[in-house]
């Protein structure tokens, strides 16, 4: 799933301009996908977009489909994208926000056995990748969304695997996460893309 980049990161405010998170969004998704395309290989890969700039830069980036759900809300957006994935399918949800994501990362995730596999994030309350292979798929992103999910697990009788890489694990949601990363954002740009310094076209520079 990525959010419109101008909407992305608001919780970056006090540390990062607004163009500055759009600018940071659109690098993240660009780094995720090209991590996700090397680990994945020939395996489809699905953005959950909420526009058309954040499509056009998921397909930019190798996406091989980019899904604008009709739904509002994450959790409901996530089940209309994978209502369209057959039913004896996996699916792999993977946040775009992680600086650190290795293709290694992701696959140790799908080389974990289980019905249901859960990546937390640093902190262990949230999730930042939830992988399933069962026909039922539920999704409960938000606060304490790690407990949420082994909850619903339980109700539905499935057991979950629990896999905790430091790739997977560290997001940038807090000025805390942005200042335990320690890069400036030109270095990190320049880290995150694929020609260091490229101005993304899908930004639009504000005052």
Known sequence: PAKSFHDAKQRLAPVLSRNDRARLSAALLSHTMRTARTALGDQPITVV?????????????????????????????????????????????????????????????????????????????????????????????????????LADATAHSIVPAIIRRPGIAYDLDEPTDWQRLGETLPNLLARLQDEPGRRDPHIIEME
């Open 49 to 149: 977009a909420t526009n058309a700039a954040v499509a056009e830069a998921a397909l930019a980036a190798g996406a091989d489909r980019a899904f604008v759900p009709s739904a509002s809300g994450l959790n409901p957006q996530l089940a209309e994208a994978a209502a369209t994935v057959p039913a004896g399918d996996p699916v792999l949800v993977l946040h775009a926000d992680l600086p650190r994501l290795m293709p290694a990362d992701i696959t140790a995730l799908i080389e974990t056995a289980g019905p249901m596999v859960i990546a937390p994030d640093h902190s262990g309350t949230g999730t930042n990748a939830l992988l399933y292979r069962t026909e039922e798929r539920f999704f409960a992103f938000g606060a304490e969304s790690c407990a949420r999910h």
